[in-house]
């Protein structure tokens, strides 16, 4: 943390970060204003508004190929991390003709912190994407390819489809459904499955999502920054 905001009256130390009620006390807006852009949270729900979601969404649906230069945008702002790409999806819903429920992709930078215990942040990078939609796989199939371009690795988790509904709508963070993942799958193959794996479905998608990939886009500066945030590194702390 910048000693300008932890030396600042009321003077912030260590035991206040102990437990929220030891940390209230001590939140100023200097505080608050660092904390969301460190740990890429939305200000105004710092702030307790509760018609705002906490993560920030970079979404370019049906404009896959944008994520590329984002992401090659955060290795630039951050090349110090861990970074992968997590797709959830509804547990137990099948990967083909019969999939359902909602679909969530998370970005998530990580470094090591004290005693252990690891420090990230988050990014959603779809909203209100739903596996029961093809268009939305196609667009899945071509961000996993964007990903492992970008050496990005991608991984599976699944949870129970009403937990993936409160973070598509914003009443839940990332952290607190991390702990209720209930298994996995393979996000990758979408695009290069094994070949007792394939099948049309699967082409389909993928030819899909290479046909969105192949789309003319033009990517603005803009449209390819990165919203504001502090590099999560050890020069942070």
Same mark, same amino acid.
């Given at each position: #943390?910048? /000693?300008?905001?932890?030396?600042?009256?009321?003077?912030?130390?260590?035991?206040?970060?102990?437990?929220?009620?030891?940390?209230?006390?001590?939140? &100023?807006?200097?505080?608050?204003?660092?904390?969301?852009?460190?740990?890429?949270? @939305?200000?105004?729900?710092?702030?307790?508004?509760?018609?705002?979601?906490?993560?920030?969404?970079?979404?370019?649906?049906?404009?896959?190929?944008?994520?590329?230069?984002?992401?090659?945008?955060?290795?630039?702002?951050?090349?110090?991390?861990?970074?992968?790409? =997590?797709?959830?999806?509804?547990?137990?819903?099948?990967?083909?003709?019969?999939?359902?429920?909602?679909?969530?992709?998370?970005?998530?930078?990580?470094?090591?912190?004290?005693?252990? #215990?690891? @420090? =990230?942040?988050?990014?959603?990078?779809?909203?209100?994407? &739903? #596996?029961?939609? /093809?268009?939305?796989?196609?667009?899945?199939?071509?961000?996993?390819?964007?990903?492992?371009?970008?050496?990005?690795?991608? +991984?599976?988790?699944?949870?129970?489809?009403?937990?993936? +509904? @409160?973070?598509?709508?914003?009443?839940?963070?990332?952290?607190?459904?991390?702990?209720?993942?209930?298994?996995?799958?393979?996000?990758?193959?979408?695009?290069?499955?094994?070949?007792?794996?394939? =099948?049309?479905?699967?082409?389909?998608?993928?030819?899909?999502?290479?046909?969105?990939?192949?789309?003319?886009?033009?990517?603005?500066?803009?449209?390819?920054? &990165?919203?504001?945030?502090?590099?999560?590194?050890?020069?942070?702390?």
């Amino acid at each position: #943390m910048p /000693a300008a905001i932890a030396q600042a009256k009321p003077g912030l130390g260590m035991a206040d970060c102990s437990s929220p009620e030891q940390l209230k006390p001590k939140l &100023t807006p200097a505080l608050l204003d660092w904390a969301a852009g460190y740990l890429n949270l @939305r200000r105004d729900w710092l702030d307790g508004r509760e018609d705002v979601p906490p993560h920030l969404v970079v979404d370019h649906y049906k404009h896959p190929a944008r994520y590329g230069p984002w992401l090659q945008a955060r290795k630039a702002e951050a090349p110090d991390v861990q970074r992968y790409l =997590s797709v959830w999806k509804a547990y137990g819903t099948p990967v083909g003709p019969g999939a359902d429920g909602p679909l969530c992709l998370v970005y998530e930078e990580t470094i090591a912190g004290l005693d252990g #215990m690891e @420090r =990230s942040r988050y990014w959603l990078l779809a909203d209100g994407w &739903t #596996m029961g939609h /093809a268009p939305c796989v196609e667009n899945l199939a071509a961000v996993v390819h964007v990903a492992q371009q970008a050496g990005v690795l991608v +991984v599976g988790k699944e949870l129970r489809a009403p937990d993936l +509904v @409160r973070l598509q709508e914003g009443q839940a963070v990332v952290p607190e459904l991390l702990q209720r993942t209930r298994g996995s799958w393979y996000p990758t193959d979408l695009v290069n499955p094994p070949p007792q794996h394939d =099948s049309p479905w699967r082409q389909a998608m993928w030819h899909g999502g290479q046909g969105l990939l192949a789309r003319p886009d033009t990517v603005t500066a803009s449209q390819a920054a &990165t919203p504001a945030a502090e590099p999560l590194d050890q020069a942070g702390q």
